[in-house]
């Protein structure tokens, strides 16, 4: 297994500009998943992909963040415009193996420092 | 009430003690429970899951799960300087969306 690819690692913008994020998981996994991670905090889901349909995005701030997982393969996060509060580490993740508890695999993270 | 809610510490331990995280839920129907330790500055990893009541043991870790209670807890023995990190609890809660919720985690210091 490859695992789930991550970029970029690092990004640095001022508020109110624009960033994009990507993310290729574990091949042949339908599901995906995006979270949020502010220091100090856990990870909390922005939104669930299924092949490329969604299915929760309930938590995700829609006036600010879009995310689209073209093709059901790889996905892009994007927020514009950035708020400092947006300062996080952002973590993509697929399901790993088949035993069916949806234990997962997560990619190596963006961290996002809006200044 | 948050639904996964986890003391942030830190747990400062020294080594080869036993070194006991617990996690509680409000969820009373959620059904599998997951422990990911995760370093500074990396993702998290998973270090066991669980689904019934009672005991899970692999190597150091035992992870325990009283539902009457609704909390699951991590113990590791012979605590090492290598086991320190932020550990965290995750929960998929009922309602089927099998989205896990992570609790804040707690961070554990185990000093030589």
């Known amino acids: 297994e490859a695992g789930v690819a991550q970029s970029p690692r690092y990004k640095i913008i001022e508020k109110r500009q624009s960033v994009a994020f990507w993310c290729n998981p574990i091949?042949?996994?339908?599901?995906l998943y995006w979270y949020q991670q502010i220091l100090g905090q856990g990870p909390k889901l922005l939104i669930q992909f299924q092949n490329n349909g969604v299915v929760d995005d309930s938590q995700l701030p829609k006036d600010r963040f879009s995310a689209e997982r073209l093709k059901g393969v790889d996905s892009t996060l994007k927020i514009q415009p950035a708020k400092l509060e947006d300062s996080a580490v952002y973590l993509c993740?697929?399901?790993?193996?088949?035993?069916?508890?949806?234990?997962?695999?997560f990619g190596a993270g963006s961290r996002l420092t809006v200044l | 009430q948050k639904e996964v809610e986890q003391n942030s510490g830190p747990l400062s331990v020294p080594e080869g003690a036993i070194a006991s995280l617990n996690c509680t839920y409000s969820d009373r129907g959620s059904q599998s429970f997951f422990w990911y330790r995760q370093y500074s500055g990396k993702s998290p990893e998973l270090i066991m899951f669980?689904?019934?009541?009672g005991d899970k043991e692999d190597g150091r870790f035992t992870a325990q799960l009283n539902k009457a209670s609704q909390y699951v807890s991590l113990l590791i023995r012979d605590s090492q300087p290598s086991d320190s990190a932020t550990y965290l609890c995750?929960?998929?809660?009922?309602?089927?969306?099998?989205?896990?919720?992570f609790g804040r985690g707690t961070s554990l210091i185990v000093h030589p």
């Open positions: 669980i689904y019934s009541n």
């Open positions: 993740a697929s399901p790993w193996g088949s035993s069916g508890a949806n234990v997962l695999t």
């Open positions: 995750a929960v998929i809660l009922s309602g089927g969306s099998y989205i896990p919720t």
């Open positions: 091949s042949g996994h339908a599901t």
